[in-house]
């Protein structure tokens, strides 16, 4: 049986594009399987937010709708 855990371990964490080596803040994401999308903070890779495909796309779209 795969846990959330299992997943999180395998899974191929990349760096927000809105990401710089200056400090600033780190966001990473990974696409997991069914859809889903983990979240977490690159300077403090323990826990991460997972995410429905329907609710990540909502996030995305709002953030970019100035809505948030």
């Keep these: 049986m795969t846990t959330m855990a299992d ?4 899974a ?3 760096k927000s594009s809105y990401s710089n080596d ?7 994401g ?3 399987p069914g ?3 983990a979240v977490r903070d690159s300077k403090n ?3 991460a937010f997972i995410l429905t ?8 779209h709002a953030l970019a709708d100035g809505e948030l």
């Design 22 to 28: 200056q400090g600033g803040a780190c966001v990473e």
């Design 12 to 14: 191929n964490w990349f």
């Design 53 to 60: 495909d329907g609710a990540w796309n909502t996030f995305v």
């Design 35 to 37: 859809g889903t999308m």
């Design 30 to 32: 990974a696409h997991l």
């Design 45 to 47: 890779p323990g826990p």
């Design 7 to 10: 997943t999180l371990s395998d």
